[in-house]
């Protein structure tokens, strides 16, 4: 495990990791709670203890509370911050009286002889975020994940053997051999630990977590790994990434934004999970999906924590407010699509190009099926491209009774003083050899 940034003179805070669209990256295991926004973590201390975090979101989950700098706080020197829950050792009892209906309600808690104010200046659920901050404390989750990972390295310890011979006395695989040996290995554990799943409800409960937080281990690994362009082994990576990507899909999100823990930030934190989840089905789809597919995926992923198509909208709509790599694109036509930041309409004309220039093409015309086989997309994106392309004049449309069908633009190399010219050269030239065979 990475060594992790202290902050305060007395190493009370940490660094949080976040991800690209703002969200903190859970640890294995760890559930996101609750969210409020414009709160204050301050030190009642004098001097104080550690330096006041104003006017940032704080996330609670089941092992930290996380403080993430608000977009409207023009101080970008703060970076996210947690404190671990396992480092809280009182929460002080929340006292109503006369002098507290006309100031912000407030928390006050001691982590490591540290008493630390919890100020919230937003709106939103104080008395729900209590009793959930007393809830995760008392649930003590970090102990049994501390039980948990001693028991594996327990039994871990028990099975090292040294040299090239290992306990049973059989020859150690090492190499290239090796590693495929030790994935085939783990794949086996897996698949050992989903079968012991399915035979009681308790012990699926409590093998589902497992599972859940493996595939976004892998998830996390697969978004930051560089893409591979050469060789078949390459190929036969990319292939394997693929069916990795599938899986994960099938998985699903381990802690999905609701309105319960969201509260009135709801929209704005969908939007950034959102970000998050959609990159994957998007570098599957080319750059480019459609909103009812994206509809489809993340629901599945939430499992029974589903959004309406309302809410889908009002998130992708957000994206404009946060830096994120992803957008929403709306066509003439009126699809609405989502895709990437980086995505290049001049590389999409560019093999559009290339596929109606073929010479069986400028003959037959191709379809929307011809190039969503082409571009590796759906056909229904697929025919947005050929129209766009039409609208820039690269193609032309024919409407018969077998359908839409687009064909090459060959009106741009007529010769407007002799029609009746026929060239030899060029794509036109091109096109008479295809249509004369």
């Known amino acids: ?6 902050i305060g003179p007395v190493g009370l805070f940490t660094n949080a990791e976040v991800t690209t669209s703002g969200r903190p990256v859970l ?3 760890e559930v996101e709670c609750f969210l409020l926004s414009s709160v204050d973590l301050d030190s ?8 006041a975090l104003r006017t940032g979101n704080l996330i609670l989950t089941t092992h930290r509370l996380i403080w993430i700098l608000s977009q409207s706080n ?4 703060l970076l996210p911050s947690s404190l671990p829950l396992a480092s809280v050792t009182h929460i002080f009892s929340h006292k109503k009286s006369i002098k507290s209906m006309f100031h912000s309600p407030r928390i006050r808690f001691q982590a490591d002889s540290v008493v630390v104010t919890v100020v919230f200046r937003g709106k939103g659920d104080f008395d729900g975020f209590l009793t959930k901050f007393w809830e995760c404390w008392r649930g003590r989750a970090w102990e049994e994940d501390d039980k948990r990972e001693s028991e594996a390295s327990g039994q871990g310890a028990g099975t090292v053997a040294q040299g090239l011979y290992g306990n049973d006395g059989t020859v150690r695989m090492v190499g290239l051999a090796g590693i495929l040996r030790k994935e085939q290995e783990q794949w086996e554990s897996t698949d050992k630990s989903l079968q012991d799943a399915f035979q009681d409800l308790n012990a699926l409960m409590s093998k589902a977590k497992e599972m859940v937080s493996l595939a976004e281990k892998m998830r996390q690994k697969l978004l930051s790994a560089p893409s591979s362009q050469n060789g078949s082994a390459d190929d036969e990576e990319m292939g394997s990434k693929e069916e990795m990507q599938q899986w994960m899909l099938s998985v699903g ?3 999905p934004v609701t309105k319960e823990s969201a509260g009135a930030l709801y929209h704005q934190e969908l939007s950034r999970q959102l970000a998050d989840f959609v990159r994957i089905p998007l570098e599957q789809a080319g750059g480019m999906i459609s909103l009812t597919d994206m509809y489809y995926h993340f629901n599945r ?3 029974t924590e589903l959004i309406s198509p309302d809410d889908l909208w009002q998130a992708c709509t957000l994206w404009e407010k946060f830096d994120v790599p992803v957008m929403l694109r709306k066509f003439d036509s009126g699809v609405k699509v989502i895709q990437n930041k980086s995505h290049s309409d001049e590389e999409v004309m560019s093999r559009i190009r290339m596929l109606v220039t073929k010479t069986e093409t400028l003959r037959t015309g191709v379809t929307a099926s011809d190039a969503a086989l082409t571009l590796k997309i759906a056909p229904a994106m697929a025919k947005e491209h050929l129209l766009t392309a039409e609208t820039k004049g690269l193609l032309c449309r024919d409407m018969s009774p077998d359908g839409l069908r687009f064909y090459f633009n060959l009106f741009p190399e007529f010769d ?3 029609l009746h010219l026929v ?3 060029g794509t036109y030239g091109e096109w008479v050899k295809a249509t004369s065979l």
């Open 253 to 255: 999100i381990i802690s």
């Open 416 to 418: 407007p003083t002799n």
């Open 1 to 6: 495990m990475a060594s992790e940034t202290r």
């Open 44 to 51: 009642e201390d004098d001097p104080p203890r550690f330096t």
């Open 423 to 425: 060239k030899d050269f």
């Open 27 to 29: 640890r294995r295991n």
């Open 74 to 77: 023009a101080n970008a020197s």
């Open 301 to 303: 992923a939430r499992g």
